[in-house]
């Protein structure tokens, strides 16, 4: 057997098992470990136990061989375990388990309810198993004296960047946001928490993505996207997990109890964007007044800047009109107007174009040859499209108009068909600034050169979280709301 592979096993083996003590000890918790001893014919705890270790380590060694060929950071590889740790739900609680018990197979929202422990279980075998996975083989290639002078200077970006964007949540939303983010139980959402538990979680959100991300990535898109999905799996670790763990409430999976902290999912996917947008910003800027000069031959900054401005003007009007079919459908043209000061739909309908522009112009900007194909333009166009649902759509706009952001699980449900049209949106914002975007390359590059600077940005995608990140934009746009505000 060739070594790469041995290790890979050895890696995935030990992965999966540490994963799998993580998942364990919340069927544990749950009482369902005697139950899948019960598929074996046994009925103990123990029994139980040691099957659900024996399939965490053959699931990590699957994992391993699947990921064996990604080259990112630790970041990357979670959001391809959480990913993993979906599929895994998908097969197991949702398909193979009823299948075993004598039960039908129904993928109806009761029985897809119920499961929603499960859900968490295997986001967390996936990202636990995706971690440690990246640690053991990223092992022997780290020189601790190498990392040693810079942990220092890392971290402070990590801790200045978390504390700025929790201030930033705390200055844009106040009260309401102190109230909602880290509430975990009906009189924590009463009383509100201190201004030092937002501090903590500042640096503790700071540091971790430092841990996931040494170096920041660099694309601001990108980086928003990643930032949202952590926002994501800080809400799971904190709200739902640890938090009422120490608070003696016990785990927030059931779907009843989740409600409860359902509030500040929108918060902390806000956070996640921008503390990760501030911890590529401050190294930027770091690296522009202390780093070294550099010469380069790519077109300049306000070539592209207005390059962007003129493609994401067209993109996001194209997009805009898309959503304005579903705009009408839902007599959301009157509210927009109402907004700006007025009360027809057509001034309704200027504004929302108006809007659909310039979140057009960001994308522009922010996504620039991020977008390698179709399938990435439509994406990352999902993604952002998603991303301004939760800022735009269920945040700034009940804010602008008179009233508090609508984070609770209820107003979810009812905003999902704005949803729907925001997705559409990015779709068509993604896919249009690709297609007029790719038409475009430098004139001193040659079509030989620029053919193989694409491949290599094919290849640069495929091997980093990118199909990763959507995946889970899907499932979070889709499926989290679907089984919490319903």
């Known amino acids: 057997m060739d070594r790469k592979l ?5 890696h995935g083996l030990i992965a999966g098992i540490f994963g799998g003590l993580v998942y364990g000890v919340s069927l544990g918790y749950q009482g369902k470990l005697p139950v899948l001893a019960s598929i074996l014919g046994g009925s103990s705890f123990v029994f139980g136990a040691s099957v659900h270790i024996f399939m965490s380590a053959l699931n990590g060694v699957l994992f391993s061989l699947l990921v064996q060929r990604q080259i990112g950071q630790r970041g990357e590889t979670m959001f391809w375990g959480m990913v993993f740790g979906v599929v895994l739900w998908l097969i197991g609680p949702l398909t193979v388990m009823p299948i075993i018990t004598g039960s039908l197979v129904a993928w109806n929202l009761g029985v897809i309810q119920n499961a929603f422990p499960d859900l968490i279980g295997h986001l967390w075998f996936g990202a636990v198993t995706a971690i440690i996975l990246s640690l053991l083989q990223h092992s022997k290639s780290v020189k601790p004296t190498a990392a040693a002078h810079k942990i220092v200077r890392v971290s402070s970006k990590g801790i200045v960047a978390g504390l700025m964007a929790i201030g930033m949540m705390h200055l844009m939303f106040g009260h309401f946001f102190q109230i909602n983010f880290l509430a975990v139980s009906a009189n ?5 928490v201190s201004v030092l538990s937002l501090v903590l979680t500042g640096l503790t959100g700071g540091l971790f993505f430092v841990f996931l991300y040494p170096r920041a ?14 926002g994501f799996f800080m809400w799971i670790a904190g709200p739902l997990s640890l938090m009422p763990l120490f608070a003696g409430y016990g785990l927030h999976w059931d779907v009843g109890l989740a409600r409860l902290a359902y509030n500040g999912l929108p918060g902390f996917i806000l956070f996640g964007a921008l503390l990760a947008l501030f911890y590529q910003w401050i190294g930027q800027l770091g690296h522009t007044l202390f780093g070294p000069a550099t010469q380069s ?9 207005v390059r962007g401005v003129l493609r994401g003007t067209f993109a996001g009007l ?10 009408k459908k839902m007599g959301m043209l009157t509210v927009i107007a109402h907004m700006a000061g007025g009360t027809s739909e057509s001034y309704g309908l200027m504004i929302h174009l108006i809007i659909a ?9 922010m996504f620039r040859r991020q977008s390698v194909d179709l399938g990435s333009a439509m994406g990352w166009g999902l993604s952002y499209g998603f991303f301004w649902w939760v800022l735009g759509g269920i945040t700034l706009m009940p804010f602008l108009l008179g009233g508090a952001p609508q984070w609770g699980a209820a107003q979810s449900a009812a905003a999902f068909p704005s949803l729907i049209g925001h997705l559409a949106y990015g779709a ?9 975007e790719r038409r475009h390359n430098a004139w001193w590059v040659t079509k030989d050169a620029a053919l193989e600077q ?3 940005r094919e290849l640069d995608q495929l091997q980093s979280s990118a199909p990763a990140l959507w995946t889970l934009t899907a499932v979070l746009a889709v499926l989290i709301p679907a089984l919490i505000a319903v």
Do not use: D, P
């Not at 041995?6 to 050895?10: F, G, H, Q």
């Not at 031959?297 to 800047?305: C, K």
């Not at 194209?318 to 705009?327: A, K, N």
């Open 6 to 10: 041995r290790y890979n096993i050895l």
């Open 188 to 192: 924590a959402a009463n009383q509100g």
């Open 217 to 230: 990535v660099e694309s601001s898109g990108g980086n928003l996207i990643r930032g949202m999905l952590y």
């Open 297 to 305: 031959l790519q077109e300049g900054s306000g070539t592209v800047g």
């Open 318 to 327: 194209v997009g805009g009109v898309i959503f304005t079919f579903f705009m």
């Open 357 to 365: 522009i310039i979140i057009g112009i960001s994308y522009s900007l």
């Open 428 to 436: 068509a914002l993604g896919i249009t600034a690709f297609l007029i």
């Open 454 to 456: 694409r491949i290599q």
